[in-house]
């Protein structure tokens, strides 16, 4: 067996319609159903601009989350990188949005960062490369 790469992050969301939005009106993903809401799960796959799904959202549910601390830090995930295009358009965007960032310009080669928190307190690292 060989790992071809990074299929798809899993996100739990307090507020589904709110984190969905947060990741749209920021990052351009757009909303689709899971397969699980035909079993009354409640959730979304946040696509690309390509259509490839690469953010599974599931709504908060009782029962399969009742171990977990609502809103608290993300457990031994401590961050989800997403290449990115467009670094001073994403700024922008987070300024007009009034979302929290922190921009890293590397002195040494050619990646450029943007770090915003998602609604539900998952650290994103926003890769520039080349931009």
């Known amino acids: 067996m ?6 798809h992050v899993n996100i739990i969301a307090e507020d589904l319609d709110a984190t ?3 990741y749209g009106d920021l990052l351009d993903l757009r909303r689709g159903e899971t397969p699980g809401t035909a ?12 259509g490839k799904p690469i953010i599974h959202l ?3 549910n009782d029962d399969r989350h009742a171990d ?12 989800v990188a997403l290449a990115c295009e467009d670094f001073a358009g994403t700024v922008a965007r987070c300024e007009a949005l009034g979302v929290e960032h922190r921009v890293n310009d590397r002195k040494y080669g050619d990646l450029r960062q943007v770090f915003v928190r998602d609604p539900n307190n998952v650290m994103l690292e926003l890769n520039f490369a080349g931009d």
């Open 20 to 22: 969905a939005r947060f």
């Open 58 to 60: 599931m709504g908060w």
């Open 2 to 7: 060989s790992v071809k790469g990074l299929d």
């Open 68 to 79: 977990l601390d609502r809103g608290s830090a993300t457990g031994s995930i401590d961050h």
């Open 39 to 50: 079993m009354g799960f409640k959730g979304a796959w946040l696509h690309d601009t390509s």
